[in-house]
């Protein structure tokens, strides 16, 4: 029972960080339809800024943690400005190609300055976040974790609910050349959405960061595994990207624990492949109505 | 006899014979001739042994990348699986030949029937599934086939692998560089020639017409799901091929190529050598061979470079870099890829001196 109970506990927190990294992934399929190959990349990035900053450079980590921010901030509005730009209007083929293009930039670009091994972040959360059940503990960076994904999610439920901003980006989701012709500026709607999405994944990094170390191969590997969360999850939901990663690290830490450790980190691909067959949308996802 | 005449610029042309010829003239057609009988004839015999080994990767590469072509390029079902494809090709081969003991004859085409059945298991989504669901679906089915190759080992020999037999083609012993050329240079010419007409046909105009607009096609009469199939099917054996004369040729297999990043390196092969064009893969793949060999040249003159050894081993992960870049560049300047630069080429030839 107690081992089901840590299975439990570690596949919810497990699922959350996805359900995180999903997030910022989900945000740029909801404001310009592109598939994000380069998310998980985008998270190393942000991790691995905030490990410079942090442990190269020495400064304070509260400025550490607001310079990775605006770092990834206008990282994702470069990428933005410079790949994406140029692609507006052309066929998906192409921009889903360029986003795997871009993922092997940045990952190749990252294990020649980082190199391949597992980097440490110092020892800053407090002691008291440790929490304890009789027999089952949660160590303090899962509380962590669940505090800061938390916030983030009112902080962008709030901002999509009721910003002029998120209400464009909304709008921009929905249909685009109605958006335009209401005078929404598409474009910038764009750059933002992109800014936002990898802030988000600056975000996770960190997180996924503080509780395994940072290693560019496993980052990388999260970003892909964001996409059985979001299908299950539906591609345009952002409280499916949550669900969908909860019951995604469930099944994950389940499998890990009572089948086979190596089966681990296929199952949720077997998943995929079966939530694809049965509801190609998600649990949560828009229907796409399609006419010639 | 030969037809050498000037011809009218613009698009005269009268009969859907015209419209549909491989080579607009037969001058085209004798070069090709040519081209593939000094292939055959004197590269072999000229060329060293490691020009023979980069050859022999190049037609591997291609015979896989035009059937990635036929796929993404002609049907417009985007694969992210392809890699994985190639090793299931690789692994079929060699355990027909090692449980089996089937000869290379026979191992390697049904290498190929194999490949295209599980390539078709993963085409079954796309039933239901456009654009983007379809290539998340190949992406599991390269994590999932990654997977078995390692984790299956009463099959596969998990992370050893499996040695492979000597090749033997009915009687002859396919054993140096310069035999196998051969061999794989007339597999390579054939499949080409078989992709290049089925293109021609009512299955490629099909597969055209997929890739435009699938509803559309769907009312026009042709039935998606059998056609998609078909194209999966097509795909992979080609992706099957290669990966059995892979495994023949590099003799030993073990799973650690077959993962996504050989699945991104076919599709840089297209994508740099032209989506929807036959001649394109076979640009591309020789592109993205020569850039390989290149890379590891570098990173082999550093390391004999007293001074700098020690940047040559952080040097590696940039082979992902350049890649990752060409493929960017490519798309964002020359969406059309080499395909386009040599139609251009060939333009500015023909018209010279005129501009048009």
Not at chain 1, 127 to 132: P, T
Not at chain 2, 150 to 167: D, M
Not at chain 2, 330 to 335: C, L, Q, R, T, V
Request: with cysteine; net charge neutral; charged share 10%.
């Amino acid at each position: 029972m107690e081992f089901f109970l840590q299975l439990l506990i570690n596949g919810m927190a497990l699922g959350f960080l996805y359900g995180l990294a999903a997030l910022g992934f989900v945000m740029i399929y909801k404001s310009s339809s592109v598939l994000n190959f380069a998310h998980g990349e985008l998270m190393a990035l942000g991790a691995f800024l905030f490990l410079t900053l942090s442990v190269w450079a020495g400064l304070p980590i509260p400025l550490v943690f607001l310079l990775t921010l605006a770092g990834s901030f206008a990282l994702g509005f470069l990428v933005e400005r410079l790949f994406l730009r140029p692609l507006i209007g052309e066929s998906l083929i192409r921009v889903i190609m360029l986003t795997v293009g871009l993922s092997a930039m940045f990952k190749g670009l990252m294990l020649f300055i980082f190199g391949g091994n597992l980097h440490n972040y110092p020892d800053f959360l407090p002691e008291g976040l440790n929490l304890r059940f009789g027999a089952i503990q949660i160590p303090s960076v899962y509380v962590a974790a669940f505090l800061m994904g938390m916030l983030f999610l009112g902080v962008f439920g709030y901002f999509f609910k009721y910003s002029s901003q998120g209400i464009y980006m909304r709008a921009v989701a929905d249909d685009q050349t109605a958006a335009l012709s209401l005078g929404v500026h598409v474009r910038r709607v764009f750059a933002l959405s992109w800014a936002i999405a990898a802030l988000v994944a600056a975000m996770s990094g960190i997180i996924l960061g503080i509780i395994n170390g940072i290693n560019v191969h496993e980052l990388s590997a999260i970003g892909l595994k964001v996409f059985p969360v979001v299908i299950l999850g539906g591609l345009d939901s952002i409280g499916g990207a949550i669900v969908g990663g909860v019951i995604i690290g469930l099944l994950e830490s389940f499998t890990g624990g009572y089948v086979s450790p190596s089966l681990r980190e296929v199952v949720p691909y077997i998943a995929l492949v079966f939530i694809l067959m049965v509801k190609p949308y998600g649990l949560f996802g828009l229907v796409e109505i399609e006419r010639v | 006899m030969l037809r050498l005449h000037f011809r009218p610029c613009g698009n005269y042309r009268e009969r859907y014979e015209q419209e549909m010829t491989i080579f607009e003239t037969d001058f085209g057609r004798l070069w090709m001739g040519v081209g593939i009988v000094i292939a055959l004839g004197v590269v072999p015999f000229l060329a060293s042994p490691y020009m023979l080994y980069i050859l022999n990767n190049m037609a591997i590469a291609a015979i896989a990348a035009v059937g990635l072509n036929l796929l993404i390029g002609f049907t417009g079902q985007i694969s992210l699986g392809h890699g994985a494809f190639v090793g299931v090709g690789a692994y079929a081969a060699a355990v027909l030949a090692t449980r089996v003991g089937l000869p290379f004859v026979v191992a390697v085409p049904l290498a190929g029937l194999v490949t295209a059945l599980v390539g078709m298991v993963f085409g079954i989504p796309s039933v239901r599934l456009k654009h983007l669901y379809l290539t998340i679906a190949t992406l599991a089915g390269q994590f999932i086939i990654e997977y078995l190759l390692v984790h299956w080992e009463s099959l596969t020999g998990g992370a050893e692998g499996i040695i492979l037999p000597e090749a033997d083609l009915l009687g002859l012993r396919l054993v140096s560089d310069r035999s196998f050329f051969c061999v794989l240079f007339l597999i390579f010419v054939f499949l080409t020639w078989v992709a290049v007409n089925l293109v021609r046909t009512r299955y490629g105009r099909a597969f055209v017409a997929i890739r435009d607009n699938d509803r559309a096609a769907e009312g026009m009469g042709i039935p998606l799901f059998r056609y998609k199939l078909l194209a999966f099917g097509i795909s992979s054996f080609y992706a099957g091929i290669a990966g059995a004369l892979l495994a023949f040729y590099t003799v030993s297999i073990t799973p650690e190529p077959f993962t996504l990043f050989l699945s991104i390196e076919y599709i840089a092969m297209i994508i740099i050598g032209g989506l929807g064009s036959i001649s394109g893969s076979v640009f591309g793949a020789v592109f993205i061979t020569l850039l390989n060999e290149s890379l590891s040249w570098t990173a082999e003159f550093l390391m004999n470079t007293e001074a700098l050894s020690r940047v040559a081993l952080t040097i590696a992960p940039l082979r992902e870099f350049v890649f990752g870049l060409i493929i960017v560049l490519f798309i964002i300047f020359e969406p059309r890829g080499l395909a386009e630069l040599w139609r251009i080429l060939r333009a500015s030839f023909r018209l010279w001196p005129f501009a048009y």
